[in-house]
């Protein structure tokens, strides 16, 4: 039996892309990956169960009032049947890839050796005109380790989604029959959004993450772009924190509390705008981009466990002279200091801090209101990426520091229940900024790791000795 999901203005509205996040592990003994595989088709069997839709596709579909939007539909699963979309196998060799586990690790696990078109069987940007499946696994044997990559459908899920089903899906891989993944939300109880005729519709160039009136427009100011993991000790990450709220006390701006995420974000957020003030006017608008999970503003508020996407932007400002000195310096764009200052940080992690502060359930409801209203959904993502312009004045940020790094496996071969290290697949998108998931979440004493896009000429500044190199245990690329 085919059944049809209905997609809310949140999902229609999300980028139609697939996130590749990787988990890795170690796998010293090739000839347990029979009984490996036996596990992860058991865990997702059950995982399926609990959410069927995800063995579906999605698809193009278009309706009177509506173009550009997409479909869910899925048939009723067979018990115990895996598709093969869902789940695929792969041992790769050194000639399709070329590390060892090992050197892998040695390396500082590099973004670049994860090549997507290897690790996975779907694109980054699946084609609107084209089908694809709603969810895609690949476990990838390389000589000493397992490279398990997860691929949701962006229309299908978000970060807090995914991580509701990595909670099942790791729970299943120790009893196909017990999971922790708390609530379900089966796919008819997926948020069903239906526009009140008599509210207001505010345009989409009226909220300010999508406006992009005033923005200059230039070119990109280069065609080549890299990814650089950062990797930050959690004592200086600590260290900042303290300095930062002792600084916000004695010169309050605003923001009576910001977060360790809020001070580590304004370090990246300076330092970028310090490689690039060479190209930029001191008079300029620097905006950060923020993912905001919406679930708490919903009303009815959504529990965390609700399988969809509910993600809101936000933005934090500054003037781009705002972020090159302190407050109380002269605007010389001509001075020498190049040390990133505690004033300066203090005021970018106040204003992130303000910004999250605004969303509630005003700004998550007229947002749906409009979303609801879009002849085409696909142009909200399209104003943001104008309104951001990542590759000159914008960075755009999410954090994944919750998603999957305590989660617990039981795969056979692998010798541990945690996740070695963490990855995303390479690829190099200028202006994206993510922290990735940490043991601990928030607390704890494990390292903070970041993945920043920029161009090679910023990027080769922003490492330097004064800039992040002076902060960072490591950088790989």
């Not at 380790?145 to 089903?165: E, M």
């Not at 959004?193 to 509210?199: G, H, P, Q």
Request: charged residues 20%.
């Amino acid at each position: 039996m085919t059944h049809n999901v209905a997609l809310s203005p949140f999902d229609q509205t999300i980028p139609r892309l697939y996130v590749h996040k990787l988990f890795c592990f170690p796998f010293p003994d090739p000839d347990r990956q029979t009984e490996a595989v036996e596990n992860l088709e058991q865990a997702l069997s059950a995982t399926i169960s609990k959410w069927p839709f995800i063995t579906g596709s999605v698809s193009p579909t278009e309706t009177a009032a509506q173009y550009n939007a997409v479909q869910l539909r899925y048939n009723t699963p067979t018990p115990g049947e895996i598709g093969e979309d869902l789940l695929t196998v792969k041992t790769l060799p050194t000639s399709e890839f070329a590390c060892t586990y090992e050197q892998l690790c040695g390396a500082g696990m590099p973004p670049s050796a994860f090549d997507k078109d290897v690790l996975s069987m779907v694109p980054e940007w699946p084609k609107p005109d084209q089908t694809y499946p709603a969810l895609a696994i690949q476990a990838n044997f390389i000589e000493g380790g397992l490279i398990l990559c997860f691929a949701f459908h962006h229309a299908v899920a978000d970060g807090s989604s995914f991580c509701t089903f990595l909670k099942a899906f790791a729970a299943a891989t120790k009893n196909p029959q017990v999971s922790d993944a708390g609530t379900v939300m089966p796919a008819d109880k997926r948020l069903n959004y239906v526009l009140n005729a008599e509210c207001d519709v505010p345009a989409l160039n009226s909220f300010a993450e999508y406006n992009s009136t005033n923005a200059p427009v230039r070119p990109k100011a280069s065609e080549e772009v890299t990814t650089r993991i950062f990797t930050f000790s959690a004592t200086t990450v600590q260290k900042l924190e303290e300095t930062i709220k002792e600084h916000l006390k004695k010169n309050p701006t605003g923001a009576t509390f910001v977060s360790n995420i809020a001070c580590l974000s304004s370090l990246i957020w300076v330092a970028v705008v310090r490689a690039r003030r060479s190209r930029l006017s001191l008079a300029e608008t620097t905006k950060i981009g923020i993912a905001v999970n919406a679930r708490s503003f919903m009303d009815p508020r959504l529990p965390e466990e609700y399988f969809g996407n509910v993600v809101v932007h936000t933005n934090a400002t500054a003037k781009i002279h705002e972020l090159l000195h302190d407050r109380d310096s002269p605007l010389d764009d001509e001075a020498t200091d190049s040390s990133i200052s505690t004033a300066t940080l203090a005021l970018a992690a106040s204003r992130m801090r303000q910004a999250t502060q605004n969303v509630d359930s005003k700004y998550v409801s007229e947002r749906l209101n409009t979303f609801s209203a879009l002849a085409d959904p696909t142009e909200t993502s399209k104003a943001y990426t104008r309104a951001m312009d990542t590759s000159n004045t914008g960075l755009d940020f999410s954090s994944w520091r919750d998603q999957g790094a305590d989660v617990e496996f039981a795969i056979p071969g692998t010798g541990t229940t945690a996740v070695h290290y963490w990855r995303k697949a390479w690829s190099p998108n200028e202006g994206a900024y993510n922290i990735l998931p940490r043991k601990g979440g928030s607390k704890g004493t494990a390292d903070w790791e970041v993945s920043l896009g920029l161009s090679v000429e910023d990027m080769e500044r922003v490492c330097l000795g004064e800039e992040l190199g002076a902060w960072a245990k490591t950088i790989v690329e």
